[in-house]
């Protein structure tokens, strides 16, 4: 039982290069989301998606592009990246309206912009 | 707005000695509450969460919460810290806005256990 699998761990971009961040997950979680980590900053929430076709903004959402085709994975697009884009970068799951749940987290992807 | 605030980003503590990391939230009603720990290059895993009943909360390794509602605080403890404890906690809160629920992280409390 893999959880929640992010790829590529690692990535160096050049600004202005597009990318994927892919998420997938095995326990058939409506609720994913993902989150950027920076020092002294905590984790902070791009984007959400409740269900398959259904996404929403989250705190931090502007450069990011998400969608949700299945309810096994939810890919995170830069479209043009930014030196302020380098982060690492977590992809978490839950059960949906249940916010006595804990989210389940992958392991994350170190993302550089060069 | 609603917020987690954890005091101390960094915390020192001797192997054996108490650990204490704090936090604090501002809701207008009780949040589901949470402790997260990260160990180096890895993602966030789940210490314990308060959700409703006894205040008290037990976790793993050893790890332990008080939801205090008057004082509107989450403090994690550990009676005698091992070195492999240090690691960056994270305290959390669940809180519904227009039926969904959203996480709110506290900034992290990186922990030190010093030999």
């Known amino acids: 039982n893999a959880g929640v699998t992010q790829t590529p761990k690692f990535q160096v971009l050049k600004t202005g290069q597009s990318m994927t961040l892919q998420c997938a997950q095995d326990m058939n979680h409506e609720y994913m989301s993902w989150y950027r980590q920076d020092p002294g900053m905590g984790l902070r929430l791009i984007h959400y998606s409740v269900g398959a076709g259904i996404t929403d903004q989250g705190e931090v959402p502007n450069g990011y592009n998400v969608s949700r085709s299945t309810t096994e994975d939810f890919p995170l697009r830069l479209l043009s990246a930014a030196p302020s884009q380098t982060s690492v970068y977590f992809c978490?799951?839950?059960?949906?309206?249940?916010?006595?749940?804990?989210?389940?987290f992958g392991d994350g992807t170190r993302l550089s912009i060069l | 707005a609603q917020s987690v605030t954890q005091l101390g980003s960094h915390v020192s503590v001797s192997e054996g000695a108490l650990v204490l990391l704090r936090c604090n939230y501002s809701?207008?009603?009780?949040?589901?509450l949470f402790w997260y720990v990260q160990y180096p290059n890895q993602g966030l895993q789940l210490l314990l969460k308060y959700t409703t009943g006894a205040t008290l909360v037990k976790g793993i390794n050893g790890f332990e919460a008080e939801f205090k509602k008057s004082e509107t605080s989450f403090h994690l403890t550990k009676p005698s810290a091992h070195m492999s404890d240090a690691a960056e906690y994270f305290c959390a809160v669940s809180l519904t806005t227009s039926g969904t629920y959203k996480y709110i992280f506290g900034t992290g409390t990186r922990l030190k256990v010093l030999a």
């Open positions: 809701s207008s009603v009780p949040p589901y």
């Open positions: 978490a799951t839950r059960e949906q309206g249940a916010g006595n749940q804990p989210q389940h």
